[in-house]
């Protein structure tokens, strides 16, 4: 398409959105997985994001507003390096989700929806991420961490301050 | 389609099939409240005040979303019902800043009525309101966030009404709140139908927010001095120390053709009319060029007894008049008649933006009618050449997106440029500026210059099938190309037209004889027969001067006199000053334009709000005018006319049928063909009219133009009643031909431009100021 | 990675390729995979759907319609294409089943797709999977590709005549988009609003053309219907509620997790016996038997089946199948609360009774168990619930409204004891902030 040129994405994901549109009776099916895809890679919607997505799939840059501030995985604003989501939901909260909230928020120095002042780590409070089963959860990133306790949480915290010191 | 029979509260109605619950109630007389549903635009669901209880549904069901059945028993109102709605409105409440004292809405706010009904009036919540900051979106467009309970009407009627799509909704739940297309700001029409449609205070206007409280207002509904389309507005007006200030315009109460709709013009732009340095008082120019107050006696005086000199002693030809597109009919009529006979010269003019003499000329040489603006609110197929409705006849565009979108009508639109309806458009054909004429007869069979092109064939072929068309076009034809236009359209077997112009009054302007050679219903003077009769033998006979031919001969001297009326000649054609450096000058406007600078006499002049008469819009639809605004010091062209006359010592009778004693004379004495007073009284007679007391009341020469212009001649109750009124186009007296003089200079006006009125409408300035200002658009949208 | 979690009573029908690498295309042929789609080839759409409905599958969705009486809906002649919507959004607190499937059974959603496709004419689905779940949809796309690749899909597949798309979507965080209209909104690249009915997607959904919008589990079930016989399936659950389903375990239990059981399985006993008891000897306070939106039993109430009617009867929901059990330690206000926030957060915004209701609630609910309430803050947290029940535009404002009223119902007393300054007996101080979301 056009865009190639000026594209704001890696030529790998600019690919996959020229094949993503072709997908669908009507391109704009495209958006969602779109901005999710792009928002991985620019770490945040962005209005670039916003700008080139609207003329990738041929609508208004309020369209593509409307609908990014609608899905609470969609952020405007960069979040660490490690999103650490915890769940809170009933049976997460049953099974000490709280107290994980509270823990890492202590040992991160952050708040929900901060970020530490290294970028490394962002902390959010989130709802229910599917793993009531295997209750406290955690999702770093988009990876699992199940059946949390405060000590193993630092561990899966360690592990991440590791590998981005590699 | 089949009706259906079902029963509401007990009441047996009828409905075609698939009518909207709601409707069918609202159409029996049962009123049934709701926030988000809205006429027209597509429905939504969300505010559930409209829910009834229909017989064998489990839950209580939304009116707006039901259609009617066969069968269907419904209850409207029962404690349930009233315990469902109260509770909404609770919920509501419990958000809403109930800022009712400081609210514009309040007194007129869908929620307060709402709450007073169904009694909402404990507060239940102790709990602290979410709260927003209000916003200003444009000079034009407030928001107030706290106060919307999001019924998503702005969002609709912006994106499906106006086809422009500035407004969205972001966030979800609770925080949903309504946002502008460009973030912190709109980039729009700026039509103000979000505001209007808001049934809250959520939106409000930069020009009216926190200036009054709507019972201190009266309410005057009327016709808009801008566009030719003619929309019916309410203008909310309100005592001020120099008469009475306009500060509001709407048309919620949804009457006439534009039913709810009003364009930036419509809506705000009155402001030209409470100007601070609007002219008050007559002004008559020093020997050093200064102006200098007068009296009106004294400029009264001083201009009748220069006009009569001029014409006794240079004679009626050195005399030059120029009437206006924004003055009522009355007005005009009453300018051409003045001229005609009191001045005694056909030199008289106006600014024309259509050539509509030769337009009911063909309709009536092919025995063909003139649509109505209403006609394209049900067309089954539309064809638009030339113009960009958009821009110029806001209303047309509005009419057009609302008969596609709700009607499925088809619209074929050829132009030029890329105009923004041609998204609405079936079929768009794109052609050279210079091709109008060779397209109409390409259309009729003709293929020379469309030959080959493949678009051209598939947009004549599709337009072929349609059987029932209405076919607008704007000035990019005129004369012979009118001509062949209408015989080409003569084929469909189902056919009417609309010639589009671009005043207030541009077609009553035409209508009524400001032309020189044309005589009011399109009467030639040199065949003024029946008019010699009424006029008197004075009425000169041969083509007077035109526009152009007037200034021509104003630079060499040959025009003593010129009387403007509401007009800016100088402006709108460029004229060189110095061209009338020896015509006596009489200006009368409200403003010191190019023209009145040049002026030796101005007199302060009443705008279109300040008056009452009628107008007729470029579609030939007639509606009346009435007085709303006030200014001290200024009279309307028509008082002027009359005294200016009086103060050349002209008999007023004869120029304006009025005061007792006429009707005395019902013909017994000197029969009905002997005097012009006795013809006008037995036609009021049979029309069951009075005859006026006062030389200035309009409706006397609106008499006289009812008898004499037979197109005119409606009904008069349903006129005074506030409806429009077609004209009988079939009706008028043409019998010109197509080879006259092509005069018509299109305004090229925009949506944020109106001639003169434009230029003195602050609003309009700061709007345009505000898009030079927002950055460019990004290629995204 | 999460699995299932085995007990004696399990009856391993659609987890019976869990754990054995069935997310490979080979390992599931040899799982006698793909077998069913090829049986349905030789059969008329009727005939398939037929089955359906003698297998007594009910959605798995939550409102456990009949998934056979759905298909029948689905008009024979449609000038627009037809679709398989499979709606993988698994969002319902205490839910985390679908997701299993995903994993361990990828090609079981795209066979039983292609059965629905058979079934009713349609040539293209849908596979929409909740954002968060990125793992599972590179699993699910390769398994979409892997089939693609075996000529399972795309065009001519499996050799005969017919044609078949499956596009794997992402969604993006958001509980509303579950709700079938929702979703489909949010496959057309809109926010997650709901549509108004009729019509039913049945008859015009997904761009206008008849859609089957189906719970992945229902539709992963329905190869294991033709692989096993449907009325063999139906005699495994009870009356009416045919076959079995995966049981979401979890709170204050031994051993939470999710487990396949027949329908109809007894509550108490799934509680006590496969999920091994409350621990620490701890008493039971009460369960949420079919995900958050399912109104409280208490203890004395779950000596029932947990099938649809059972459930109904008394007086809740099987729902999604997401069973929460609470011990005597949970604050049924803060507990209330949590819940209800999760659904403030995820309302849609689009109709008053839901936007404003749910708001309300959360505040008077926050600061009821803060102590900051009195007498009639109780009724009227009770009647705002009332009052949303039935008057919202889509089920979400019900599922907010049903568990608080009954919390409020059957927890009064609890209520009453944070009234008037009191604040929460069960956490006298608590050293943090309540969660904020
Ligand atoms: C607010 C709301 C959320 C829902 N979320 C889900 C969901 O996450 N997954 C799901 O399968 N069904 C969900 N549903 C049910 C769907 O609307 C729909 O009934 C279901 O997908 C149909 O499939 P089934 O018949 O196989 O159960 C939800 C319904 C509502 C009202
Ligand atoms: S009940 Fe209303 S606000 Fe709530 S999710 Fe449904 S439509 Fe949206
Ligand atoms: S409640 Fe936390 S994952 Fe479901």
Redesign the interface.
Known sequence: MAAENTTIFSPQLAARFDRLVTLYPVKRSALVPMLLYAQDEIGYISDAVVAEVAQRIGITELDVRNVVSYYSLMRTKPVGKYHVQVCTNISCMLRGGNELLHHCSQRLGIGHKQTTPDGLFSLEEVECIGACSWAPAVQVNYDYHENLTPESMDKVLDQYRAKASK | MADVTFTVDGKQLTAPKGTLLIEACRKAGIEIPAFCYYPGLS???????C?VRVEKM???QTAC?TPVADGMVVTTESPEIA??RK??I???L??HPLDCPVCDAGGECELQDMTFKYGAHQS?????K?HREEQQWSPVVYFDRPRC??CYRCVRVCGEGMDV????????????VI???K?DHLECEECGMCIDICPVGALTSGTYRYKTRPWEMSHVSTVCTHCADGCKTTLGVRRADDGMEIVRGDNRDKSGFNNDFLCIKGRYAFDFASREDRITQPLLKQPDGQFKPATWDEALDFAGKQLREIRDTRGGKSIGVIGSTRITNEEAYLLQKFARTVLGTNNIDHHRTADYPSFLAALKAKGQKEASIRDFADAKAILVLGSDPTEQHPLLAWQIRNNVRNNQARLYAANHQDIKLRRQATGFLKIQQENYGALIAFLAGNEKTFEGNANAAGFREALRKEESIVIAFGSEYRGRDIEALIAFGAGFPNVKFACLGDYANSRGASDMGLLPDLLPGYVPVTGAGSFMQEYGAALPQTAGMDMVQMFDAAGRGELAALYVASADPVKRFGVDPAALKNTFLIVQDMFLTETAKLADVILPAANLYEKAGTATNTYGDLQLVKKAGDKAGVRSDFDLIVRLAGHMGHDIKSLVPFGKGLLADFGQSRGTQSGEADRHAVWLTAHQLELKASPFDPFAIFDEIQRLVPAYDLPRLDLMAGNDEHLKSDLVQIQTGATRRDLVLPSNDTLFTSGTLGEYSQMLHSVMESRKQSPAE???? | MAYLTTHPDVVPVISFRFGKGAADIDRYLELDGYKSVRKCFEMEPDAIINEVKTSGLRGRGGAGFPAGMKWSFVPKESAKPKYILVNGDESEPGTCKDRLIFEHDPHSVIEGVLIAGLAVGAKMGFIYLRGEYRFLIEIMEKAVADAYQRGFLGKGIFGTKHDFEIVVQTGAGAYEVGEESALMESLEGKRGVPRIRPPFPAVAGLYGGPTIINNAETIATVPHIFRIGAKEYAALGTERNGGTRLFCLSGHLEKPGVYELPMGYNLKKMIYEVGGGIPNGKKLKAVVPGGSSTPVLLPEEIDIGMDFDQVAKAGSMLGSGGVVVLDETVCMVEFALRTIKFYQHESCGWCIPCREGTDWLKKSLTRLHMGGAVDKDIDQIKYIADNMLGRTFCPLGDAAAMPTAAFVKKFRKEFEDHLNGKGCPYHPAPDYELATV
Do not use: H, Y
């Not at chain 2, 429905?43 to 005040?49: F, I």
């Not at chain 2, 990004?778 to 949208?781: L, P, Q, S």
């Open positions: 429905l939504q669901g969300a505010c559930r005040m829910v489990p839950k209580l979303t315990q469902a509770a909404t609770e919920l509501l419990g958000n239940q919540f102790v709990e602290i979410n309970i999001l799509w500035a407004l969205g909704i972001q966030n979800r739940g609770s925080g949903a946002a502008p297309n973030q990004t290629a995204a949208d």
